[in-house]
Nanobody
Framework: QVQLVESGGGLVQAGGSLRLSCAASGSIFSINAMGWYRQAPGKQRELVAGITSDGTTNWADSVKGRFTISRDNAKNTVYLQMNSLKPEDTAVYYC???????????????WGQGIQVTVSS
């Protein structure tokens, strides 16, 4: 099995910054795409940013220019640097990863347990 563990969340004032980390561990042969999603109260989960194994990224329009996604393939870790935070960024943030457990297996998407980010006005 594979575990994804997020860290780095918390409470910050508007305009501040946080850096989220998500480390994957367990039975991993390779990881393709990794990403961050968020879910605010009463809303659906939405994509924040994604990054492929070769570094190609995609973003939600709402975070472009403020958030940066990166990954360390040697550590099976993805990061989300969040700057100029706004109250509307308040949500539970989830990371995910498309993992192949063995060369002959298909990819499976694993999710972290989620971490709270609260931005006060």
């Amino acid at each position: 099995q594979v575990q994804l563990v997020e860290s780095g969340g918390g409470l910050v004032q508007a305009g501040g910054s946080l850096r989220l980390s998500c480390a994957a561990s367990g039975s991993i042969f390779s990881i393709n795409a990794m990403g961050w999603y968020r879910q605010a109260p009463g809303k659906q989960r939405e994509l924040v940013a994604g990054i492929t194994s070769d570094g190609t990224t995609n973003w939600a329009d709402s975070v472009k220019g403020r958030f940066t996604i990166s990954r360390d393939n040697a550590k099976n870790t993805v990061y989300l640097q969040m700057n100029s935070l706004k109250p509307e960024d308040t949500a539970v943030y989830y990371c995910n990863a498309d993992v192949r457990n063995a060369p002959w297996n298909t990819e499976y998407t694993y999710w972290g347990q989620g971490i709270q980010v609260t931005v006060s006005s």
